[in-house]
């Protein structure tokens, strides 16, 4: 490939195959440059020497799991060639056996996900209210984060209107700690006793299992609109943050409260939020429905194309910190809610450290499906609060992966092994990878030496130490969980009107999925709670009357600009240009063009008619999508060069047009626009006479990630 070519992203092997079967044997292929499995670590996190190949299969020939080699794998043990199989054929017995028990239950939510290595590095501006080591100035710590729908099952796909998980785990040198968060910073519920029915409420209806991976039905908006605490969270969902762009851009929050201890022993309360460097982007709704169409997997192969291309995502750790108070408020909002945001007007986020996801898993089961989070993994100089939502997931992430990876050892699965030592005295269960002397798994003891013993509290984990007040035994909340509509009211009134039309959509269509009429007036009455006008319109879509709000606020909210993703600039890195042309292209400015779209960071795919190449000789250019094979969802913009009439190229400008992606043409490829019906003065169309110039115009118009004028 030349250097005009760069390569493009999804190989599916470290090796080149050849186009007969092979016939000579060698070792295994190593991973690709991109990947990187999990350290090699004992079950105990000790650091192991060998290659980063050591825990993958070895040898040239095919054996059974116990070693001995094998002569034949396409035929079992028969009495003669037509008669029945025996029972003795032990190779057949075991490949089967093993298959029979390849998977392992999925997670009740958040099954379906895509995950990333990567490097965490404090700033240090944490120090002041923080002891935890990993983020003190400039030290380095590996990750692994993890990011995922909340409703599918692992078959479903990517591209729906759903709440993101967002999951890191940093294998710090004092223990392992968990950040397990979400892309919304509000949730459903206020307690966590209720997380089942939130769950069972969104999941299929359980007699037909439809449908799958969406909110839009019946029992959703039933729960709901009577559970009215889930009316900020529901609005989230209803916004562009219900369909992420990419997990590259993507925001992260902590969404409950957590306690910060530093080194004089000072506590803060604070909440974490990961800023992506690329900015918080979306799909637009139609563009969602395309692409859960022709990929499936459009995000988790936008996160590995990414980082196989050199793309690497990166995100911003930040903190609002809080004073520790015994009343746990800040400016009015109750912070063991976890429903509630602070804005970042009233508390600024704090940048304390950056990660970088810079290698994609090894094995996908190995990595991706094993790995176990649990927000009760803790190092010192983090602590939990009282949250009632917290309270519940530090019981239930536990007890869940117990049952999903078979017992309580699945901190020795290599992706969850910590980079700490461990000697915790805890012994057997199902699959114990330990080996571990001595006859004294018990404290006091002198027949091991007294080993181990406790660590001074200057490195220990200490819970801190917060005053109980005194109080009477009950099931409740209170008083200030019983705002329900303030944040939702909030965040409706910091959208743009591109955003806030978006949400009314989204509204009218989920709701109009809907069976029961009683329960689209019911969920009517809530949205009028947050914004009259938004009621009016999904009411007039759903052919219902709107209702008069139940609750009365005085004061309009102050808009918060941080909570709308319009009007700001973002780097382009991992962005992907489709380059439209044909054997009648100037090829050598397509040449150029590819070649400077990869020097910037960014992708080009070339369309052509054909698979192949463009042209032959030097000046060739290798296609990398086909009229066929192509959609407009694959690019954030779309470039031609050629006078083309096949009409899968004018869908694919209307569809990026009315998508509001950047458009551009030069020299002979002005035609296609015209044939499309797109005018060369709409906002967001670039027509230039050479490709550098078109370069230019169209890249300063990605950065805004579309041309919402065109909406207006």
């Given at each position: ?256 409260t957590f306690r910060m201890v530093n080194a004089a022993g000072e506590s ?168 571990h002397p001595g006859v004294a798994p018990y404290r006091p003891n002198s ?38 509509f303030s944040q939702a009211r909030l965040f409706y009134a910091s959208l ?217």
């Open positions: 490939m030349s250097k005009k070519n760069p390569p493009i992203p999804g190989t599916p092997g470290s090796g080149t195959p050849a186009l007969a079967e092979p016939t000579e044997p060698t070792e295994p292929l190593p991973p690709k440059s991109d990947q990187r499995a999990p350290e090699l670590r004992t079950a105990t996190g000790q650091p192991v020497e060998g290659p980063d190949t050591a825990r993958g299969q070895k040898g040239e020939r095919l054996t059974t799991a116990q070693g001995a080699r094998l002569y034949d794998t396409d035929h079992s043990l028969k009495a003669g060639e037509r008669g029945p199989t025996l029972l003795q054929d032990h190779h057949l017995r075991e490949k089967i056996t093993h298959f029979d028990h390849e998977r392992i239950p999925e997670r009740v939510v958040h099954a379906r996900g895509a995950a990333a290595h990567g490097i965490f590095r404090a700033y240090g501006s944490a120090e002041p209210v923080s002891k935890a080591a990993f983020l003190a100035k400039d030290v380095e710590t590996p990750v692994f984060v993890r990011f995922s729908t909340v409703l599918g099952s692992r078959g479903s796909a990517d591209a729906v209107r759903d709440t993101r998980g967002f999951a890191t785990k940093f294998y710090t040198g004092e223990g392992t700690f968990d950040l397990v968060g979400n892309n919304i910073p509000v949730f459903f519920i206020q307690d966590g006793i209720k997380f089942p029915d939130i769950i069972h409420a969104g999941k299929p209806h359980p007699d037909r299992e439809i449908p799958q991976a969406q909110s839009a039905h019946d029992t959703f908006w039933d729960f709901v609109s009577l559970h009215t605490e889930a009316t900020a969270h529901t609005l989230w969902n209803m916004s562009d943050r219900g369909i992420p762009r990419s997990y590259r851009m993507m925001e992260g929050f902590g969404v409950n803060s309360l604070v909440k974490f939020h990961w800023k992506p460097k690329l900015g918080v982007h979306s799909l637009v709704w139609e563009e969602a429905q395309i692409v859960n169409g022709m990929d499936p997997d459009y995000h988790r192969r936008d996160l590995a194309d990414a980082i196989e291309s050199g793309a690497y995502p990166q995100w911003e750790l930040g903190i609002q910190a809080f004073p520790d108070t015994p009343e746990q408020m800040f400016e009015g909002i109750d912070l063991l809610d976890p429903t509630k945001i602070v804005p970042e007007e009233l508390a600024p986020v704090q940048p304390i450290g950056l990660m970088t996801l810079d290698a994609n898993p090894t094995n996908f089961f190995a990595e991706t499906e094993q790995v176990a989070f649990h927000p009760g993994h803790l190092v010192p100089g983090i602590d939990v609060t009282d949250d009632p939502l917290l309270q519940a997931r530090l019981f239930s992430y536990l007890d869940t992966q117990i049952s999903r990876l078979g017992g309580p050892n699945f901190g020795q699965i290599p992706i969850n092994r910590p980079h700490a030592e461990v000697n915790d005295m805890l012994r057997d269960g199902m699959h114990q990878n330990g080996v027949l091991d030496a007294g080993c181990p013993f406790l660590a001074g509290a200057d490195t220990a984990f200490v819970e801190v130490p917060v005053p109980m007040p005194e109080s009477t035994k009950l099931r409740g909340a209170p008083a200030s969980y019983d705002d329900h743009s009107a591109v955003e806030q039309a978006h949400v009314a959509q989204a509204y009218t269509f989920e709701l109009g999925k809907c069976y029961e009429q009683v329960i689209k007036e019911r969920a009517l009455g809530v949205i009028a709670n947050i914004d009259p006008g938004l009621c009016a319109t999904v009411a007039e879509g759903l052919g219902l009357p709107a209702p008069e709000p139940t609750v009365a606020y005085d004061v309009a909210p102050t808009p918060s600009p941080a909570l709308s993703q319009v009007g700001a600039e973002w780097p382009l890195d991992g962005r992907i240009i489709g380059i439209v042309a044909d054997d009648s292209a100037d090829l050598s400015e397509v040449g150029d063009l590819v070649e400077k779209i990869g020097k910037n960071s960014m992708v080009p795919l070339v369309v052509g008619p054909h698979g192949g190449e463009l042209g032959s000789g030097k000046a060739a250019v290798p296609v990398s999508r086909t009229f066929l094979t192509m959609r407009s969802v694959e690019f954030d913009a779309v470039v031609v060069a050629s006078p083309t009439s096949d009409p899968r190229v004018q869908v694919l400008l209307t569809e990026a047009f009315r998508h509001c992606k950047a458009i551009g043409g030069w020299a002979a490829g002005r035609g296609p626009l015209e044939a499309a019906g797109i005018p060369a003065d709409a906002p967001g169309i670039v027509i230039a006479d050479d490709a550098s110039a078109l370069f230019d115009g169209i890249t300063a118009l990605m950065k805004s990630h579309r041309v919402w004028e065109r909406l207006t």
